[in-house]
């Protein structure tokens, strides 16, 4: 075989730069937990000297740090004046917590993935599941902070007002089932806008449950959310006027029996609101950096989820819109469309 020089320098090109990226994420993650990026934003040109004594950190380890990060283009440099700076786009980035675009806690996830590795290379030789609350807690964590700021920006100004009557519903006062819930940042978000609904967020994860009510009394929601360990298809049906699932279907074992169940759970009129990984339907169409994000985390932890609940499907988490309106209209469900798409989700609404 003859080897194409140029396309294998772009090929160890494109490597090197992922490599890069790896230990980059170290380094992203301690300027996280250590307030590098907070101490840099809005302040203009700083000196190493500057940024550790704001940060409270050591100046050697901080000036190398910042080299690293200006490698990457995550601060600007100054030959001239030594200085150091993060600009107004890479504040909102790596400086707010607050941001759509804070996706600094999506590390964690990487760092659950490395911790867990053992546990991968046994379930691929076993073809065993690896159950969600078996993770790394760091998995937890890191995808309930990654989706946090992206549901606050979206799901009440931009993805309940998409849905048909929902908004109007949610005012005047329905019962909702959140079902996957994780740490309940959806559910308290939804709750936070509409004082008049009641709100239940369901997982099977013991942890995140626990997390979620610790989150719901410091958000000063728990008059009206609530928080409980059940299946998805399982959970007491109580005529809900809109059922939930944010990026969770795809890690169930059982998704055609948790969308029967939200059938019979649901109210007359009742919406189920499903939020997926953004994906196309075909593979070839998904060989994109997100869509290479959400493979790898597929591997490792959606489709090892849903081998450990030894049921119907293994979803993966660019299962795609082909693939779960079928599971709604196994379900039996008579209506299903996508209502937006993002460049991270799907969020497509049910009807029976
Ligand atoms: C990727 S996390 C998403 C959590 C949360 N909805 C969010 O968007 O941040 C998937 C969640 O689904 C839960 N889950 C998986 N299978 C489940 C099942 N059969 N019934 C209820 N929850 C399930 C997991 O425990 C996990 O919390």
């Given at each position: 075989?003859?080897?194409d020089?140029?396309?294998f320098d772009?090929?160890l ?6 490599l890069?990226?790896g ?9 996280d ?8 934003a809005?302040?203009?040109p700083?000196?190493?000297?500057e ?6 950190c ?14 990457a ?5 100054d030959?001239e004046n030594v ?6 786009e890479q504040?909102?980035?790596?400086g707010?917590?607050s941001s759509?675009a ?17 546990k ?33 920006g979206?799901l ?14 949610l ?28 709100f ?5 994860h ?9 989150n719901?009394q ?10 409980e360990v ?7 049906a ?5 059922i ?7 890690d ?19 919406t189920v609101?499903?939020?997926e ?22 591997t ?5 989820h849903?081998i ?15 693939r779960?309106a ?10 299903f469309r996508?209502?937006l ?5 799907l969020v ?5």
């Open positions: 075989m003859s080897l020089q140029t396309k772009a090929l090109g494109k490597v090197v730069a992922d890069a990226a230990y980059g994420g170290v380094m992203i993650s301690l300027g937990k250590l307030g590098l990026f907070r101490a840099m809005g302040a203009g700083l000196s190493s000297a940024v550790a004594r704001r940060a409270g050591a100046e050697r380890y901080v000036r190398e740090w910042l080299n690293a990060q200006a490698a283009g995550y601060v600007d440099y030959p200085t150091y700076e993060l600009t107004a504040a909102l980035v790596f707010d917590a759509p804070y996706f600094l806690p999506a590390w964690q996830v990487v760092a659950s993935m490395w911790a867990d590795e053992v991968a290379i046994e379930a691929f030789r076993t073809g065993k599941g690896v159950a969600w609350g078996d993770h790394d807690q760091r998995l937890h964590c890191g995808v309930a902070g990654f989706y946090r700021n992206a549901y606050k979206s009440v100004p931009q993805w309940l007002p998409a849905l048909d009557g929902v908004t109007t519903n005012e005047r006062g329905i019962r909702v089932a959140d079902v996957g819930c994780g740490h309940g940042h959806s559910t308290i978000l939804m709750a936070e806008a509409y004082p008049n609904s009641r239940v967020g369901f997982d099977v013991a942890g995140s449950v626990a997390a979620a009510r610790a719901a410091a958000a000063g929601v728990a008059d009206r959310v609530r928080f059940a299946r998805a298809d399982d959970y007491p109580e005529d809900y006027g809109l939930c699932f944010f990026d969770c279907l795809h169930m074992g059982h998704p055609t029996a948790a969308a029967e169940h939200a059938a019979h759970a649901l109210a007359e009129d009742g609101l499903l939020v990984p953004f994906a196309h339907d075909r593979v070839e169409d998904n060989f994109t950096p997100v869509g290479r994000l959400y493979y790898s985390a597929s490792t932890m959606c489709c090892a849903a450990s609940e030894r049921g119907t499907h293994v979803l993966g988490a660019q299962a795609g819109e082909a779960l079928d599971i709604f209209a196994a379900a039996g469900f008579s209506r996508r209502a798409e993002t460049p991270f989700n497509l609404e049910a009807r029976p």
